[in-house]
């Protein structure tokens, strides 16, 4: 092995030398631009191996690059060797006796031989060698600059020849501009392959991102739009720039929703904390939608935010939802609140078995019905029964008395409001229709409403839709109507005080509730009722009615039908000190003629004589509730409540007594400045 070189100490002896000795720097020069411009592998290889070659007449130079298998070696210039020999060499596997280069990658050093006819590592390969005409073959690794083998760089000569110091150097020097070419290109490979696998991941991220039926923004630290997704923008129908535009919150979102959580949003951004709201967002049909907005920041290794990935959920039908509980809720608050005296239906009379029929028939559609009859004759009752035998008895029963709100107020009342559509409209407001939606509507006293207010309600039983005061906005609703009136409507149509298509559409289903002269024999069955009802309410007990009293009851004419069996009901049970009801008969006066030949009080004096004397007792017994309770009717500790009678009633006859509420209350306070 007299004509093999191993140099261990190579490293060191290469350095030590100046390069630009060895090589024209102008020729470096182009090899290192050659890389800058982004020339191809190849071409700075090859580049690198002709200005090795012009060093030297009669040599030949080739590269071998490592497999990724780091075991075989491929050609990556050898463009002057033998044809022959390099398909023979070509996926050479490394080893330490496996030629110069096998060798020179396996051992990590430079492997010169000097004869390759005589030399041991080329044994094998000395079939091929010989037709190509190569005697010397000097080789070093190309070393990555973390110490790993990218390949090698090979001399060769066509006579045995032995390596001086000013070979070695130029093979050192040119492996070194190898390993950076060779390292460069796969910097620029490995670059370019995880800039595509990003550009693929983010395209398929985008795609997933744009599936998701979500609003999703992605926001800069400071709140800035970065990103829209496309739902985003099919749902408000605008473009990529216009949806990361500055003002795509007020172009969107609703002007009361922007303002209410302008501050909020502001200051939770500063803390980069997540965080939510709920806003109505403007669609492309030009209605707006609740969203649950989620915040949540992305911080980076130093812990701040650097970007803010935001959701929009559609709560929509949540929302409706939650606003259906609410007005149900308070129709059932409302109704609970109430007392009226209807309850049940009470009674067994053909007259009413008639009614109740009636009920039976309509109540499992969702026709219009107009109920009328005499005042108190409880056609509230009648409108509650329908509804509760109805299909939509799971939903709200909303009731309005017409005749109890100012005419100013009703089309408000009814339909709702907008924002400032008028003094004292400080926020929207919905209205009974519009709380009512999916349930039932019940119109007390309709013939009392304006004609304005007529013709928007002929056009709700029309088309089912309507218009909140101050807004141009239709607004559809599922409602059934239900109306009332002790009116004689079609007198009023006559007169040209109720329109006559608004009476026909409500004349749909007509039911007359007879008055309780027409159902004596219900009386003793209301009177028990009655009696049972509010004595339980006033805390006595009555086991025993006078038959007198009922006998009493069934002769009266009872003008003021059950609201006035009510109150006298009520009154006597007030006034009763032991268990048997029974009520002074002065106040039941029969209205016909008494017999002749004896001196009668007429039955009007009377009557009024009797009603003087217990309105007085009356008076007395709600001012000293009243004081007691410092003023206060409703609630657990009110007046009402001492009483036993509901607030509604107790504020009617504190009305009709005139008396002051406000002088207890003055009373009150003047014992607490004592």
């Known amino acids: 092995m007299a004509n093999v070189k191993t140099l261990p100490n190579l490293q060191a002896l290469s350095r030590s030398p100046c390069p630009a000795q060895t090589l024209p720097s102008e020729a470096v020069l182009d090899a290192l631009k050659m890389m800058l411009i982004g020339a191809s592998l190849n071409e700075v290889l090859t580049s690198i191996t002709r200005l090795i070659e012009a060093q030297s007449e009669g040599m ?14 491929r050609y990556g210039v050898a463009a002057n060797l033998p044809q022959a020999y390099q398909a023979a060499t070509d996926g050479t596997c490394i080893g330490p006796n496996v030629g110069s280069c096998g060798a020179a990658a396996y051992l990590r050093q430079p492997v010169f031989v000097s004869d390759i006819l005589s030399h041991p590592n080329w044994t094998n390969l000395r079939s091929v060698v010989l037709p190509s005409g190569l005697r010397a073959a000097w080789s070093t690794p190309i ?9 090698t760089f090979c001399m060769y000569y066509r006579e045995v020849r032995h390596p001086g110091t000013h070979d070695i150097q130029l093979i050192d020097y040119a492996s070194r501009i190898a390993g950076i070419a060779i390292e460069r290109d796969r910097s620029r490979s490995a670059l370019t392959l995880a800039f595509e696998n990003v550009q693929k991941s983010e395209a398929q991220l985008r795609q997933i991102v744009d599936a998701i039926r979500q609003g999703i923004v992605i926001l800069d630290a400071e709140g800035t739009i970065l990103y829209a997704n496309q739902w985003l923008l099919d ?19 609703h002007p009361e929703d922007v303002a209410r959580v302008q501050d909020e949003r502001r200051d939770a951004l500063s803390r980069g904390l997540p965080f939510e709201n709920e806003q109505r967002a403007l669609g492309k049909d030009g209605k707006y939608r609740w969203f649950l907005i989620l915040y949540n920041p992305l911080r980076d290794e130093h812990g701040s935010v650097i970007r803010w990935y935001v959701t929009g959920t559609d709560i929509e039908d949540r929302k409706q939802a939650e606003q259906r509980v609410r007005n149900e809720n308070l129709a059932l608050r409302e109704e609970i609140d109430r007392s009226s005296m209807y309850e049940a239906i009470v009674g067994s009379s053909g007259a009413l078995r008639r009614v109740i029929l009636q009920i039976d028939k309509v109540a499992p559609t969702d026709s219009t019905v107009l109920i009328s009859g005499e005042t ?39 339909f709702g409001h907008e924002k400032g559509a008028f003094t004292g409209a400080l926020q929207r407001r919905a209205g009974r ?29 029309q088309e089912r839709e309507f218009e909140r005061v101050g807004s141009s906005q239709p607004i559809s609703v599922d409602v059934r109507v239900l109306a009332a009136t ?11 005080t109720f329109r006559e298509d608004l009476f026909y559409r409500l004349n749909v289903f007509p039911i007359r509730v007879p008055s309780l002269r027409e159902r004596k024999d219900d009386i003793p069955l209301l009177v028990e009722y009655l009696v049972e009802r509010y004595a339980k309410r006033a805390g006595k007990r009555i086991s025993h009615i006078k038959k007198k009293t009922l006998d009493l009851f069934q002769a ?42 004896l001196l009668q009080v007429s039955r009007a004096g009377i009557l009024a004589a009797g009603k003087i004397e217990f309105a007085d007792r009356e008076r007395k017994a709600i001012e000293a509730a009243l004081a007691e309770c410092q003023g206060r009717v409703s609630g657990p500790h009110g007046a009402a409540a001492k009483l036993g009678i509901p607030h509604q009633t107790l504020e009617s006859k504190i009305a009709n007594f005139g008396i002051d509420k406000r002088r207890f209350k003055v009373l009150r306070s003047k014992r607490r400045s004592a």
Not at 60 to 73: A, N, Q, R, V, Y
Not at 143 to 151: A, C, E, N, T
Not at 486 to 496: I, M, T, W
Request: aromatic share 6%; proline share 3%; with cysteine.
């Open 60 to 73: 030949l130079c080739s590269i071998f690059l490592l497999d990724e298998d780091g075991l075989h070696l």
């Open 235 to 253: 749902y408000t129908g605008l473009r990529l720039e216009e949806a990361i535009a500055p003002n795509l919150r007020t172009r969107i979102f």
């Open 143 to 151: 070393m990555s600059h973390d110490g790993k083998v990218l390949g």
């Open 376 to 414: 108190g004759t409880g056609k509230e009752l009648i409108a509650s029964a329908i509804h509760k035998r109805s299909k939509r008895s799971a939903k709200a029963f909303i009731r309005v008395n017409c005749a109890a709100i100012p005419s100013s107020l009703i089309a408000s009342e009814l």
């Open 433 to 461: 229709f519009e709380s009512a939606d999916g349930g039932t509507i019940f119109l007390d006293e309709i013939g009392e409403l304006s004609p304005e207010v007529q013709i928007a309600l002929l056009r709700v039983l």
């Open 556 to 597: 009266y004419d009872w003008p003021g039908n059950i609201r006035e069996l009510q109150n006298v009901v009520e009154r006597a049970v007030i006034l009763c000190d032991g268990e048997t009801f029974s009520v002074d008969e002065v106040w039941l006066q029969r209205k016909s003629t008494e017999p002749s030949g």
């Open 486 to 496: 002790n009116r004689h409507l079609e007198a009023a149509v006559s007169a040209g």
